[in-house]
Antibody, heavy 121, light 107 residues
């Protein structure tokens, strides 16, 4: 059974940094692309970043361009999100999600429970 | 970026009612669209992929359809456990974009 567990959230001051982790189990982590998706309090879902199965290819939302970095360590079955120069508008629950190819579509077939990041002075 | 316009933002229906939720894409996305269900305090769950295909384990009362750039999620007979917020997500290109969400409640 696929299991994704995010950690590393907390309260941080504007301008500071934070690193989130997503520990994966129950599947061959090194074979799948992974995403980060966030949800501000009371708001909808916002896609943040993607990394390919081997870490060679990445994509990001404009809102985090130049501030956030996605990476993975396949030897540790762990996905990371390095967040720098944090802003109050980055306050959200951050979810990691596993990607899978289905009928030519790229679906997010498994999600974690999320970790809350609060950016506040 | 492709914009996904989802409607309605909320709805209230009785148990057993047929419920429809719509997403319209700002440009053609083929059938590269999924529907996700999110219950309070939980991560989202995949219901439908590639516009029409039911994810394994999802009840058959959920179905998806498409016409051009308009996509529809239908719950054929609303059940109490379907209370949740539903989102569409286009996987045609990057950045991935979600609809604004539809909160479904029981009347």
């Amino acid at each position: 059974q696929v299991h994704l567990v995010e950690s590393g959230g907390g309260v941080v001051q504007p301008g500071r940094s934070l690193r989130l982790s997503c520990e994966a189990s129950g599947f061959s982590f090194s074979k799948y692309g992974m995403h980060w998706v966030r949800q501000a309090p009371g708001k909808g879902l916002e896609w943040v970043m993607f990394v390919s199965y081997d870490g060679a290819y990445m994509k990001n939302a404009d809102s985090v361009q130049g501030r956030f970095t996605i990476s993975r360590d396949n030897s540790k079955n762990t996905l990371y999100l390095e967040m720098n120069t944090l802003r109050p508008e980055d306050t959200a629950v951050y979810y990691c999600a596993k990607e899978k190819a289905e009928n030519g579509s790229w679906v997010f077939d498994s999600w974690g429970q999320g970790t809350l990041v609060t950016v506040s002075s | 970026a492709i914009q996904m316009t989802q409607s309605p933002s909320s709805l209230s229906a009785s148990v057993g009612d047929r419920v429809t939720i719509t997403c319209r894409a700002s440009q053609g996305i083929r059938n590269d669209l999924g529907w996700y269900q999110q219950k309070p305090g939980k991560g989202p769950k995949l219901l439908i992929y590639a516009a029409f295909n039911l994810q394994s384990g999802v009840p058959s009362r959920f179905s998806g359809s498409a016409s051009g750039t308009e996509f529809t999620l239908t719950i054929s007979s609303l059940q109490p456990e379907d209370v949740a917020t539903y989102y569409c997500l286009q996987d045609y290109n990057y950045p991935r974009t979600f609809g604004q969400g539809t909160k479904v409640e029981i009347k």
